[in-house]
């Protein structure tokens, strides 16, 4: 991690199934805790364990993860010239002592009129493939991006300050 924090990755095994009428804010929420719970039960029992889940919503609907080059070009057109939200759950969770410390981060970002040249190049480079929102800012789709309000490294997908944060306020050192 760029802010000098050493962790090991270990993927949960939560199912990422969104609840009837859950809001999306409540649902990468959720997410995070139960992914942090999941992953603590595997490994140290002093470690703490981070969670996190982030998607994009636009219009109140969340944009998951491309199914396939068709799906990403679609959730590109949608994009183009509108704002949209990039929401992140996230959890510290310390199996030791029971309890978590997380939150939400919200994103406004704002996309560029994109072109339909410009969406099938950056379908075509395999970019938009297992990415929130069909994009990466941190990569070719950062030319898209028209302006952002909040976390950038949120929009990556860990909002790397409140991480932070949250770290410091469950003891890390």
């Known amino acids: 991690m760029s802010a000098g924090v050493s962790f090991v990755v ?10 009837p009428g859950e809001p999306p804010e409540a649902f990468v929420r959720r997410l995070a805790g139960a992914k942090a719970r999941d992953v603590a039960g595997s490994g140290p029992p002093d470690a703490l364990v981070l969670g996190a889940d982030t998607d994009v919503v636009l219009d109140g609907e969340i944009l998951g993860k491309p199914r396939d080059d068709d799906d990403a070009r679609a959730m590109l057109e949608r994009l183009s010239g509108r704002t949209h939200e990039v929401l992140t ?3 510290v969770y310390d199996a030791a002592r029971g309890r978590g410390d997380g939150g939400v981060v919200r994103t406004r970002v704002e996309f560029a009129a994109l072109r339909p040249a410009e969406i099938e190049a950056y379908v075509a480079s395999g970019e938009p ?4 929102g069909g994009y990466a800012i941190q990569g070719r789709a950062a030319g898209m991006i028209r302006r952002i309000e909040g976390s950038y490294t949120n929009v990556v997908g860990l909002p790397l300050c409140e991480v ?4 410091a ?3 890390a050192r």
């Open 10 to 19: 270990v993927p949960s095994r939560t199912v990422e199934e969104r609840r």
């Open 89 to 91: 759950g996230y959890e």
């Open 129 to 132: 493939r297992g990415k929130a």
């Open 164 to 167: 932070l944060e949250a770290l």
């Open 169 to 171: 306020r469950m003891g």
